[in-house]
């Protein structure tokens, strides 16, 4: 089993910055990557951002050179830090687990960007 805990959520002004954290515990074996998704009222939950264990990353492009993913594979964590932050950004976040053949999530931190 593992469990991932999410941290970091809260209401930001517009042009703002959030940093959302993520661990993992538990039996983290085989570990290919992790990430973060979002889900904002009425629509699908999306990829925001991934990054694999060796480091490779993928952003979507909403996000790019806005967010960055990173990692500390010593804690089985990863971070997004949340620059300039708009208000077509506000969603619940979801962190992602990639554990063995089988995917975790988080219960999600409410992110909410507005004025």
């Known amino acids: 089993q593992v469990q991932l805990v999410e941290s970091g959520g809260g209401l930001m002004q517009p042009g703002g910055s959030l940093r959302l954290s993520c661990e993992a515990s538990g039996s983290i074996f085989s570990i290919r990557g992790m990430g973060w998704f979002r889900q904002a009222p009425g629509k699908q939950r999306e990829l925001v951002a991934t990054i694999t264990y060796d480091g490779s990353t993928n952003y979507a492009d909403s996000v790019k050179g806005r967010f960055t993913i990173s990692r500390d594979n010593a804690k089985n964590a990863v971070y997004l830090q949340m620059n300039s932050l708009k208000p077509e950004d506000t969603a619940v976040y979801y962190c992602?687990?990639?554990?063995?053949?089988?995917?975790?999530w988080g219960q999600g931190t409410q992110v909410t960007v507005s004025s």
């Open positions: 992602l687990g990639m554990v063995g053949e089988y995917d975790y």
